[in-house]
């Protein structure tokens, strides 16, 4: 989060509630015209999107990208296959990785890295009903906690 020149458009929070993240890799996307635009202004939505390897290519799914309200002509379709940037090493690990059972491809966020629009993938595992639980109660206490030590800061 501290690299320079980048910033965040959008986060998938719920991915991180219902998948443990095994491990992360950032990844460019191949974007069509006034879908650049698009993303820059934050008009996505992703919820329930994940990412495809097929014939050597990942290519992302359920990615909605809204069209550019200021275009005439030159619109895209809002809910294409969207390509995903790696090199054939990397996609090679990942499908090592998505091959083992219960492994899926997850975009975690999007953000903008020197004018780039690039994607963080998670190879996830879904979390079964007690570990989102456990998570729940985890944060509960945390919240506690601080706002406990808020109240002993002030007085």
Same mark, same amino acid.
């Given at each position: 989060?501290?690299?320079?020149?980048?910033?965040?458009?959008?986060?998938?929070?719920?991915?991180?509630?219902?998948?443990?993240?095994?491990?992360?890799?950032?990844?460019?996307?191949?974007?069509e015209g006034t879908e650049v635009k698009s993303v820059k202004e934050g008009s996505v939505s992703f919820a329930d999107s994940?990412?495809?390897?097929?014939?050597?290519?990942?290519?992302?799914?359920?990615?909605?990208?809204?069209?550019?309200?200021?275009?005439?002509?030159?619109?895209? +379709?809002?809910?294409?296959?969207? &390509?995903?940037?790696?090199?054939?090493? !990397?996609?090679? @690990?990942?499908? $090592?990785?998505?091959?083992?059972?219960?492994y899926t491809l997850v975009p975690l966020d999007f953000y903008l890295k020197n004018g780039r629009v690039k994607v963080t993938?998670?190879?996830?595992?879904?979390?079964?009903?007690? +570990?989102?639980?456990?998570?729940? &109660?985890?944060?509960?206490?945390?919240? !506690?906690?601080? @706002?406990?030590? $808020?109240?002993?800061?002030?007085?």
């Open positions: 989060m501290a690299d320079t020149g980048r910033k965040i458009i959008a986060q998938n929070k719920k991915a991180r509630f219902n998948y443990s993240v095994e491990d992360t890799i950032e990844c460019g996307i191949a974007l994940f990412a495809l390897i097929e014939k050597g290519e990942v290519w992302m799914q359920n990615f909605h990208i809204s069209p550019y309200a200021y275009s005439a002509v030159f619109t895209h +379709d809002p809910d294409r296959k969207k &390509k995903l940037l790696l090199h054939k090493d !990397e996609i090679k @690990r990942l499908t $090592r990785k998505v091959d083992e059972k219960g993938l998670g190879v996830c595992k879904g979390k079964k009903l007690y +570990d989102k639980r456990a998570d729940i &109660k985890e944060r509960d206490v945390n919240r !506690e906690l601080s @706002r406990e030590f $808020r109240r002993d800061l002030q007085g």
